[in-house]
């Protein structure tokens, strides 16, 4: 009796389900065994201990599970999908007229729906587990998140330049709190003089803007230079707290929101969104991305080489797989050298990735 295509569609993708979740489990183990080791050599600075490092570790999951998810994907899907060759499976899908395409579409269902998880994973719990992560790290050791070298954190909005000593970044019930010590703001004209300079001890943000505390203002005038100090005043600009915790994080674990709302400050100050850009770009296309990256490499799990089996096809899938991230990286770099869009370096990317799927599914149809 022949089977309906919908069981086969689902028996497709429950084997590369299970596939794509051995494989991440697998590599996530290695992942973290080897974050932790390198936590290891942290132990003793401040008061960061092994029960640090395993909670930072833990935090750090879902971020990880991001990462790795393109190269799960790849391997989980080569390897559900050539098991059932091994088998024979693939063969007695085809003999009932299921063709090639529709064996690769079914694998794709599993990928779709963990696709879909990711997304949500990358907007709504790794950001904040992240920020999590951090603190736990940054308190033990007693480290100030937003030290930027040797000069401070810089900032700019309009024509006021903010150069704070040092900070910290604090997690609180309400969110997160950024509070700034030894702050300077410096303010120039549109001819590029300066006209004012203020120093406050330390700087507070609250709705609307910032408290500047124990502040000193010098301001230039055209023959005269007058100084005021005030107990404390309120700075209105738009420039706030996620702005600057941005400056130091890492842009791919910052939402869809985050990331937008940090290129318009960039560009709006003409300064270098290119990071941000190349995160914000990389997001979108995320789900495109793997699905072509699976697309691509299913026909090496059907049928045989003529110089070799199922261990060379998985090797070859994989390569590609990995290639394509590698190839990507390069188009993003090339990108912010020669000053293009990171929008076309995916695009690129997409396309290239989409033409290689469709003449290997043709071959092999």
Same mark, same amino acid.
Request: hydrophobic fraction near 45%.
């Given at each position: ?7 086969l ?21 290695f992942?973290?065994i080897?974050?932790f ?5 942290e132990?003793?600075k ?7 490092a395993l909670?930072?570790?833990t935090?750090?999951i879902?971020r ?5 998810f393109?190269?799960v994907a ?7 999908l050539?098991?059932l ?6 063969v007695?899908?085809?003999a009932?007229?299921?063709p090639?395409?529709?064996? /690769?579409?079914?694998a794709?269902m ?8 990711m ?12 920020q ?7 308190? #033990? ?6 030290? #930027? ?16 000593r ?8 309400l ?5 700034l010590?030894?702050?300077?703001l ?8 300066l ?18 505390r124990d502040?000193?203002r010098?301001?230039?005038l ?7 100090r005030?107990a404390?005043?309120r700075?209105k ?5 996620q702005?600057?915790?941005? #400056?130091l994080?890492q ?6 929101a ?7 400050y960039?560009k709006?100050n ?8 190349s #995160? ?6 995320f789900?495109?991305k ?8 299913l026909?090496?799990?059907? /049928?045989s ?21 590698l190839v ?8 912010d050298?020669y ?6 370096a ?12 469709? /003449?290997m599914?043709?071959?092999?149809a």
């Open positions: 009796m022949r089977q309906r295509p919908g069981r569609d689902y028996y497709v993708a429950k084997t590369v389900l299970l596939s794509v979740l051995s494989v991440w489990a697998v590599l996530l183990g992942d973290l080897t974050a080791a390198d936590d290891m050599r132990i003793g401040g008061s960061y201990s092994i029960s640090h909670l930072e570790e935090f750090s879902p990880r599970l991001y990462a790795l393109p190269t790849v391997i989980g899907t080569v390897l559900g050539g098991g060759s091994s088998r024979s499976e693939l007695a899908m085809r009932v007229g299921m090639t395409l529709r064996i /690769g579409l079914g794709l599993a990928v779709s729906l963990l696709i879909f998880v997304v949500a994973n990358i907007e709504l719990v790794a950001p904040g587990a992240h999590r992560s951090q603190a736990v790290a940054n308190s #033990a050791k007693a480290i100030d998140l937003i030290m #930027a070298r040797r000069s401070g954190l810089w900032a700019r909005e309009g024509n006021v330049f903010l150069n704070a040092s900070g910290s970044k604090r997690v609180e019930s969110g997160d709190r950024i509070d010590q030894d702050v300077r410096y303010e120039f004209d549109d001819d590029g003089r006209v004012s300079l203020a120093h406050a001890r330390e700087a507070e943000h609250s709705p609307g803007g910032w408290i500047l502040l000193e010098t301001r230039i055209e023959n005269s230079v007058v100084v005021e005030v404390s005043e700075w600009t738009t420039l706030d707290q702005s600057l915790g941005a #400056a994080a842009t791919r674990y910052l939402t869809l985050e990331l937008g709302n940090n290129i318009d960039l709006r003409q300064l270098d969104s290119a990071k941000f850009e #995160a914000y770009w990389e997001r979108w296309f789900p495109l793997v699905l072509l990256l699976c697309l691509a490499t026909p090496f799990a059907f /049928g080489l003529r110089s070799g089996g199922f261990g060379k096809r998985l090797f070859i899938g994989i390569v590609i797989g990995i290639g394509s991230l990507e990286q390069l188009l993003v770099k090339l990108s050298v000053r293009f869009s990171p929008l076309w995916n695009a690129l990317l997409m396309l290239g990735l989409a033409g290689f799927a469709v /003449g599914f043709r071959r092999r």
